[in-house]
């Protein structure tokens, strides 16, 4: 069974910095391209980054490009993603989610339950 | 345009059918996934590659696309289908996934 768990979330001054992991299981991690998607409090859904599979190739958001790293770790099959300088703005709940591919397609077959990032002094 | 357009709300009679869109630009060049979210939870993959259904989604959900639009067709809704629709899709430097701002279905 395909399992994500996120973890990592929690409130966070302006300004300040936060690393979310996604914990992956019931699959085999380095063939999936993965994927960060955020949810605002009672907005849409934001893509903000994708890796591929090998972790090679990343690929950020132009809203949050320069702030944020996503990462892999495919010993640990585990995703990442660091959030520096946050902003007010950043406040959603972050999924990590998998591709149906090796590099990001945007077919997110599974989703974590995600992880909320409050942001506010 | 480097946007995914979606009518904010629809609404349906249950057992009827009803057909949400998605338009954009990057839907010429490349198709759109179609995901559920109900209040709560994850969102559901239920559309991918225009057409075809990921297992355990029901066959009354099907996807379609023509030019720069994405259709997602419930047909015969049921009260559980009641939920916010996302389309998204790659944008046209393929670098970068848009999802569209969300369709609120009630089945009335």
């Known amino acids: 069974e395909v399992q994500l768990l996120e973890s990592g979330g929690g409130l966070v001054r302006p300004g300040g910095s936060l690393r979310l992991s996604c914990s992956a299981s019931g699959f085999r991690f380095t063939s999936y391209a993965m994927t960060w998607v955020r949810q605002a409090p009672g907005k849409g859904l934001e893509w903000v980054a994708g890796?591929?599979?090998?972790?090679?190739?990343?690929y950020y958001a132009d809203s949050v490009k320069g702030r944020l790293t996503i990462s892999r770790d495919n010993s640990q099959n585990t995703l990442y993603l660091h959030i520096n300088s946050l902003r007010v703005e950043d406040t959603a709940l972050y999924y990590c989610a998998r591709d149906r591919r090796g590099i990001p397609t945007g077919e997110l077959d599974f989703w974590g339950q995600g992880a909320l990032v409050t942001v506010s002094s | 345009s480097s946007e995914l357009t979606q009518d904010p709300a629809v609404s349906v009679a249950l057992g009827q059918t009803v057909r949400i869109t998605c338009q954009g630009d990057?839907?010429?060049?490349?198709?759109a996934s179609w995901y559920q979210q109900k209040p709560g939870q994850a969102p559901v993959l239920v559309i991918y590659a225009k057409d075809n259904r990921p297992s355990g989604i029901p066959d009354r959900f099907s996807g379609s696309s023509s030019g720069n639009t994405a259709s997602l067709t419930i047909s015969g809704a049921q009260a559980e289908d009641e939920a916010d629709y996302y389309c998204n899709s790659r944008d046209n430097s393929g670098n970068h996934l848009l999802f569209g701002g969300g369709t609120k279905v009630t089945v009335l």
């Open positions: 990057s839907l010429r060049n490349y198709y």
């Open positions: 890796l591929s599979g090998s972790g090679a190739s990343t």
